[in-house]
C-alpha cells in the first residue's frame, strides 16, 4: 500500500516518521500515522473520522477514567503518542508528559495537539514537581524500544505516584506482555498490590499465534468500577 511521507526527523533513539496511508491493518480509509524506527506504529488518526480512537487500548483506558470517577477534573499522562485521551479530554485539565520534544512537536503540527498542555522531559521527575492529592488520575502510557522505562515500574514510582492521587483516584499503565508466566508483568502486579488495596489487570486477547499483547493494571485504594462490555474487548486477567 502507498504510503504519504509527511516527516521524519532523525533522533538519538532512532527515526520517527509520520505518513497518511490508505490502508491500516485490512481496513481502507485515510490515516494518519506515527510511528518509531522499529516500525511500530504509536498512533493513528483516522482523518475521515477524527474523534475516533482506533486502537483498543486508549477506548479502554478512557471508559475506565469515565466509569470509576466520572466527574473526575484532573489527569497526569506519561507518554504523549499523538494525544488521542488528553485530545479526548480536552474539557478536563489534562497534564501530558513527553520524554522526546521530536514526538510533541511532530504531535502539534500533524495530530492536532496544539491546544493540549505538554510538559518535555523524564515523565516521574516532572510527577514528582506536581503538588500532592492534586489528580483524579496518573495515566502511564511509555514506550521505548526496550518496553516501559523501568523507573516508571518501580516501588518508588508507586509510592511517588499514590502521593500525587486524590483520595479515589486511580494509577492507569498501559503494558505489553505475555499472557502466562509473565515475570516483569506479575512483579508489576505484586509491587503494586503492596502500595494499593485494589489492583485490577485487564488484558487484549490477540489472534493465534501472537505471544505479546496489551495489557492494563489499574490500582486504587478504593474499587476500581467499570463495565466489562465497555473496556473495548480487554478482559479482566487473572495474575
Known sequence: MQQHLLAQVETEDGIITVY??????????????????DEAIQGALDLEQQGRMIFEYPRALVHLMACHRPQFERAFIIGLGIGTIARHWADRQIVSAEASRDV?????RYFGCEQLRVEIGDGGLLLAEQPDG??????????????????LTSPSFYELAASKLEEGGALLF????RRQQDHSIQMIYADLQERFAHVQAFILPAGRGHDLHNIILAAAQTPIRCQARQMAGFIPHDL
Open 134 to 151: 492534586r489528580f483524579d488520575y496518573i495515566v502511564v502510557d511509555a514506550f521505548t524500544s526496550g518496553g516501559t522505562p523501568s523507573h
Open 20 to 37: 497518511e496511508t490508505q490502508e491500516l491493518y485490512g481496513e481502507k480509509g485515510r490515516f494518519r500515522i506515527l510511528q518509531f524506527a
Open 104 to 108: 510533541a512537536e511532530l504531535s502539534r
Open 174 to 177: 498501559n503494558l505489553m506482555g
